[in-house]
């Protein structure tokens, strides 16, 4: 079973064939929504959208820690692909590029942000040295590269805290610490994935430069994202038909 997190713009995916919506209630609280399971070709597949089927949860307010919970240990998924719209920073990275990110920084905070947390059980330490899980990566590149859909093979991906943009100071500050692309939800989503041994990988839509780069050199416009994101969640769900077809 792959669970897909869908991030802003993708709120659903009109192959999957859906089976069933689950309500579940998790020891951290209720996910974004409903759990949509279902199958696309052979791969049993669940679908979470991350901020809510109508867009209403900013990226601050996220359950990460229930929407985790619920696809691994409800709906028993052994791997998750993110979809997310990120910024770019690199030059590479321009709008309407798609990128399978390879390392993450974070620089969110006050999110819950951890499933040991404390009390009885002993601490735990998770690695995370490689933040996105090497396999899942493979794969995705691998359907990108049968669907034909051009993927950028590696980005370290900036967490900031949103719900606002970054200012250009800050893209050049992510820039210096080594950020090829900034985002809102990478964390602590991927690394709530490992606390909980499931692999997890993102494929990343490029909707704008960052903050003072290129177009968005004196601000971002938000009308012309909407129209890069759409043609980009096209090919994405090309990749995800490709990857389910491979299995
Ligand atoms: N910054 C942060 N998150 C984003 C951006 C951005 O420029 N574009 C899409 N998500």
Known sequence: MLAIIGGSGLTQLAYLEIARREVVRTPFG???GALTHGRIGKQEVVFLARHGHNHTIPPHRVNYRANIWALVKA????GIVSVASVGGIRADLKPGALVVPHQILDYTWGRPHTFFDGGEAPVVHVDFTEPYDRALRERLLCAGEAAAVPLADGAVYATTQGPRLESAAEVNKLERDGADI????GMPEAALARELETPYAAICAVANWGAGRGDSAEAIHFDRIEAVLQESLVQVRRVIEH????V
Do not use: R
């Open 30 to 32: 209720e996910p974004s």
């Open 182 to 185: 900034v985002g809102m939800t």
């Open 75 to 78: 709906a028993g998924a052994a």
């Open 243 to 246: 990857l389910c077809a491979a």
